[in-house]
C-alpha cells in the first residue's frame, strides 16, 4: 500500500469513532459504586450537629441520597423537583450538603422548602470522595439491601425520575418479590 | 437593531469569502486572470465585513444590551468595562466570531504582504483560506448565532464565569486562536501548492515566516493558559492534561515539526511530503480541538457547549476540510516527495528524528485524549487515563528529543563532520554533568536519577545553544542571521523550560493545614504566620482576604493576601492565591476553607524553579519573533535561489 494513503485511512477511521461519540450523553459517567454497597460514612446532621447521619440511615428502604450545596444553581433548579419527589413519598430523600455553609443551608431549606428525610454536612468533602462524586447536583438510587443501584449527574427533572428511578425502584422491587 | 446589523454584515462577509474561494481557484485552474484578480479585493472585503460584525457585537456587550442572547448570558452590568469586551470571546458564539474575525485577518495580512508571490500560488493561497471561512462563517450563521435575542428582555445579565475573570485569561483566547488560525496560512499553502503541484525551496522559503508566527503566538497562548491555571485554580498546578489543553498543545508540538520539516525543505529541497503532511496536520489539529472543546464529546471543565446539532456540523466540516486535504495529499504528494541525499551524520537525520520524536508525543497525547471516546464508542465504558498516563508516555520521546536538539543544532547539513562535533561540544557536556548535578545535590540534596538526567539535559540544551551566539558576541564563530539566532534563543528556552518542569516537579512541597489567626505553622523552612482576616469588597464580588506573613530564620520575606472571593450574580466561591514570585522559587498561599474556631485551612506550597516554566516559553516565543524577522524572508524572489544559497548552505539554519 502507498504510504501517502495512511494519513487519510487513518483520519477515516478516527471520524468513525467521532460520530459514535457524538450520539453518546457526555453528561452520562458510570459510576464504579453501582451494583455494590454505598461506602460507610458517619456525618452530623445539618440541622442537630450533635447527632448523625450514617449510611445505615439510607438501608432499609429505598433512599435516594443527593448531593448538594448552595453554592451550586443547578441544585437551586432541581430543588423543586426533590420537593415534588417527597410528596409522592415513594423514598426516602437524603442528602448530603457539600462543603457548604450551615447557615446558608439551613435558611435555603427554610426558604426554598425541605423535601430531605435528613441532611449529612459534609463540610471537608471527604464523604464526597468515597462516593466519587464529581460535582453537584449528583443524585444516588439505593436498594434496602444498600446497593447503589443508579447514579445521576446534573439536575434532577421529573422525566429522569420517571424514567431511571422509578423504573430501577420497581425492577428491583419485583426481583425481590 | 445594532444586533441586526452586525448579522448583515456577518452575512455579506459569508457571501464575500464565496467569492474569495470560488473565482480564485476556478480561476488559478483556468488560468483566467480576470478571476483570479477577484482574490484580494474580496479578501478585504470579508475581513472589513467580518470586521464591522464583530465590532458592532463587541459594542452590544460594551452597552450592556441585555436583549441580545450572549450578551445576557454572559456579561452583566456590574461587570468591569475590560471583562464586558473579554466577555464577547468568554462564550461559544463570540469566541468562534473571533476565530474566524482571526481568520479573514490572517488571509489579508497574506494578501497584502504576497505582491512578490506568483499569482497561480497567491490566489490559490486565498481561496483555500477563503473556504476555510465559508464553512465556519455558516456553521456560525446556522447553528451558533451570535446575534441572537431574547424574549422577555432580561433585566440584567448571568455575568461572566468568575474563573474567566482575569487579565490572563481575557488574553488567553485570542491569542491561542491567533496561534490556531494561523496555522490555517501554513495548510493554504501546503493546499495551494499540491493543487498547483509545484513545491520548492522558494515556496518553503514564503510559509516560513507565517508558520512561526503562528507558533509564537500559540506558545505565548499556552503559557499564558497555564500561568492563569496555576494562580487562578487555587491548587497550584500549572498543567493539567485536559482535553482543552491537549487540543492547543497537540498543533503546538506538530507545528514545532512544521518549522524543523520546513527548514529541510528550504535548505535542501528535501522532507517535501512531510513538510506538506505536518502543515496539513497542525491545522487540522487545531480544527480537531476546536470540535474537540466545542462539540462536548469529551467531557472537560473547560468545555461551555454542549449541543449535538453542532457537532454534527462540526464533524462536517472537519471531514471536508481534513479529508478533502489528505486526498489530495494521497493523490499528489507522491509525485513530489524527495527524501534523499543525505549522509547519517547530518542535520536532515537530526531533524528527521525530531520529526518523528514529536509526531509520536502528538500521536499518544492524541491517543491519550481520545482512548475515553474510542471506549465509550465501543461501549466500554466512560473512562478518563489523566496525568499519570500522559506524564509518562511525554517523557519517552521528549528525554532524547532535548539530547539529539543540542547535537543537531551543530551538525552541518549532507554529511556532519563527527570529530569536529565532538571536540565542539565535549566540554559543553562536561559543564553541563557537573553544574546539573551540583546545583540540584547542593539545592535539594537527593532526588530521583531522572531528576538529574532532566536538569542536566536541560542545561546541555540552553549550553548547546548559546554557544554560537555566545562565541559570536566576543567576535568568534561563524557570522549568524537573524533566523539563526532565533533558532538558538528559542532552544534555549526549551532548555529552561526543560529545568523548570523537572525541578518544580520533584522538589515541590504542597500542604494543607489548619491554622487559627494568629498562629504559625511551618512549612519546610518557611514560618506562615496566618495574621488577620478581612472583608473587602470588589467591583463585583466580596471577597475575605488573609494576611500572611512568611519569614525565614527569623526575618520576614514575604508578605501576602491570598482572597477568597464571592462573585454576586455566580455566587461562586474562587480563590485568588498570594504567591511570593521568584526566579528560584515561589511560595503560594491560597485560602480554603473555614473550619471554625477561627481556623482555616490553608493551602500552601513551596514551588522550586517554576517561574522557569513560562520564563522558557517567553524566551521560545523571543526565538521565534527574532527569527520571523530574518531579511531573506522579506528579499525578492531569488531567480536561481538554489545556487545562491548553496555555498553558505551548510552554514545556515
Known amino acids: 500500500m502507498n504510504r501517502f494513503i495512511v494519513p487519510i485511512v487513518g483520519f477515516a477511521i478516527l471520524v468513525i469513532f467521532l460520530m459514535v461519540g457524538l450520539n453518546r450523553d457526555p453528561t452520562f459517567v458510570p459510576s464504579p459504586l453501582i451494583g455494590k454497597q454505598i461506602p460507610t460514612f458517619s456525618l452530623p446532621r445539618l440541622d442537630e450537629p450533635d447527632k448523625t447521619v450514617t449510611d445505615a440511615n439510607l438501608r432499609g428502604q429505598f433512599s435516594i441520597f443527593n448531593v448538594w450545596a448552595t453554592w451550586c444553581s443547578g441544585c437551586r433548579q432541581e430543588h423543586p423537583v426533590l420537593n415534588q419527589i417527597a410528596a409522592q413519598g415513594q423514598v426516602q430523600i437524603y442528602g448530603l450538603n457539600w462543603k457548604d455553609d450551615v447557615g446558608l443551608a439551613s435558611s435555603w431549606l427554610q426558604k426554598l422548602g425541605n423535601p430531605y428525610t435528613a441532611n449529612a454536612f459534609d463540610k471537608e468533602g471527604r464523604v464526597a470522595i468515597d462516593w466519587g462524586v464529581y460535582g453537584a447536583p449528583e443524585t444516588f438510587l439505593i436498594a434496602p439491601d444498600g446497593t447503589v443501584l443508579y447514579r445521576h449527574i446534573s439536575p434532577m427533572t421529573m422525566d429522569v425520575w420517571k424514567t431511571e428511578f422509578l423504573t430501577r425502584i420497581a425492577a428491583a422491587a419485583g426481583e425481590t418479590r | 437593531m445594532i444586533p441586526e446589523l452586525g ?6 462577509a459569508l457571501c464575500l469569502a464565496g467569492v474569495q474561494t470560488i473565482f480564485p481557484l476556478v480561476g488559478a485552474h483556468r488560468n483566467q486572470r480576470s478571476w483570479m484578480a477577484v482574490a484580494r479585493p474580496a479578501a478585504v472585503g470579508h475581513f472589513v465585513f467580518l470586521t464591522i460584525g464583530f465590532g458592532l457585537l463587541t459594542y452590544s456587550f460594551i452597552i450592556n444590551d441585555f436583549s441580545v442572547l450572549i450578551v445576557a448570558s454572559t456579561s452583566n452590568s456590574q461587570l468591569p468595562i475590560l471583562y464586558r469586551v473579554a466577555a464577547v470571546w468568554g462564550g461559544h458564539e463570540g469566541s468562534l466570531m473571533l476565530w474566524v474575525l482571526l481568520l479573514s485577518f490572517w488571509t489579508v495580512a497574506v494578501s497584502v504582504s504576497s505582491r512578490r508571490l506568483p499569482d497561480y500560488l497567491a490566489t490559490r493561497v486565498i481561496g483555500v483560506m477563503g473556504f476555510i471561512s465559508v464553512g465556519l462563517l455558516l456553521y456560525i450563521l446556522s447553528v451558533s448565532n451570535p446575534f441572537l435575542r431574547i424574549l422577555p428582555v432580561p433585566f440584567d445579565g448571568n455575568d461572566m464565569n468568575p474563573l474567566l475573570q482575569d487579565p490572563a485569561m481575557a488574553l488567553h483566547p485570542p491569542m491561542l ?3 490556531y488560525v494561523g ?6 499553502y501546503a493546499i495551494a501548492a499540491m493543487l498547483a503541484g509545484r513545491v520548492d525551496q522558494q515556496w518553503a522559503r514564503w510559509v516560513r515566516p507565517w508558520t512561526t508566527a503562528a507558533w509564537t503566538f500559540l506558545t505565548l497562548g499556552i503559557a499564558l493558559g497555564s500561568w492563569w491555571a496555576y494562580y487562578e485554580l487555587g491548587w497550584g498546578g500549572w498543567w493539567f492534561w485536559d482535553p482543552v489543553e491537549n487540543a492547543s498543545f497537540m498543533p503546538w508540538l506538530i507545528g514545532t515539526a512544521l518549522i524543523h520539516s520546513l527548514a529541510v525543505t528550504e535548505k535542501r529541497d528535501l522532507f517535501k511530503g512531510s513538510t506538506l503532511l505536518l502543515a496539513i496536520g497542525a491545522f487540522s489539529l487545531s480544527l480537531l480541538g476546536t470540535f474537540l472543546v466545542r462539540s462536548g464529546v469529551l467531557v472537560s471543565v473547560h468545555a461551555f457547549a454542549s449541543d449535538p446539532t453542532r457537532g454534527v456540523f462540526i464533524l462536517s466540516l472537519l471531514v471536508i476540510v481534513i479529508g478533502g486535504a489528505l486526498s489530495i495529499y494521497a493523490w499528489r504528494a507522491p509525485g513530489l516527495d524527495r527524501n534523499a541525499g543525505f549522509k547519517a551524520v547530518s542535520r536532515e537525520t537530526f531533524l528527521l528524528i525530531n520529526n518523528i520524536l514529536l509526531s509520536a508525543a502528538t500521536g499518544l497525547i492524541l491517543l491519550g485524549t481520545l482512548y475515553p471516546l474510542v471506549l465509550d464508542a465501543l461501549a466500554m465504558g466512560k473512562i478518563s487515563v489523566g496525568k499519570p498516563y500522559f506524564d509518562t508516555v511525554f517523557i519517552i520521546p521528549m528525554l532524547p528529543l532535548v539530547i539529539f536538539a543540542g547535537i543537531g543544532m551543530h551538525a552541518a547539513w549532507k554529511q556532519a563532520d563527527t570529530a569536529q562535533m565532538v571536540r565542539k561540544l565535549r566540554w ?11 546545583m540540584t545535590a547542593l539545592a535539594w540534596g537527593t532526588g530521583p536519577v531522572l ?17 554560537d551566539p555566545v562565541m559570536r558576541l566576543f567576535g568568534k564563530g561563524p557570522l549568524l542571521t537573524a533566523s539563526m539566532i532565533g533558532m538558538q534563543i528559542a532552544h534555549a528556552g526549551v532548555g529552561l523550560f526543560v529545568i523548570g518542569v523537572t525541578v518544580t516537579s520533584t522538589y515541590s512541597i504542597e500542604t494543607d493545614q489548619s491554622v487559627r489567626i494568629g498562629e504559625t505553622v511551618q512549612v519546610a523552612d518557611y514560618s506562615v504566620t496566618f495574621n488577620d ?10 471577597a475575605l482576604r488573609a494576611d500572611i506573613d512568611i519569614s525565614q530564620d527569623g526575618r520576614i520575606i514575604a508578605h501576602l493576601n491570598p482572597e477568597k472571593r464571592v462573585y454576586r450574580v455566580q455566587t461562586m466561591p474562587m480563590t485568588e492565591a498570594g504567591i511570593d514570585v521568584g526566579l528560584g522559587r515561589d511560595l503560594f498561599v491560597a485560602l ?18 517554576i517561574r522557569f516554566i513560562w520564563l522558557g516559553c517567553i524566551v521560545m516565543a523571543l526565538g521565534g ?5 530574518d531579511r531573506r524572508y522579506r528579499a525578492a524572489i531569488q531567480s536561481k535561489s538554489p545556487a545562491v544559497e548553496s555555498g553558505t548552505a551548510t552554514k545556515l539554519v
Open chain 2, 428 to 438: 559543553l557536556v562536561v559543564i553541563a554533568l557537573i553544574t546539573g548535578i551540583m
Open chain 2, 7 to 12: 448579522q448583515l454584515c456577518t452575512t455579506i
Open chain 2, 625 to 629: 519573533l527574532i527569527a520571523m524577522g
Open chain 2, 177 to 179: 486562536y491567533t496561534g
Open chain 2, 183 to 188: 496555522f490555517a496560512v501554513a495548510f493554504a
Open chain 2, 592 to 609: 480554603g476553607e473555614d473550619l471554625g474556631d477561627n481556623a482555616w485551612s490553608l493551602r500552601i506550597q513551596y514551588k522550586p524553579m
Open chain 2, 533 to 542: 482576616l478581612q472583608q473587602v469588597q470588589g467591583a463585583n464580588y466580596t
Open chain 2, 451 to 467: 531528576t538529574f538526567v532532566g536538569v542536566v539535559t536541560g542545561i546541555w540544551l540552553v549550553l548547546a545553544s548559546l554557544r
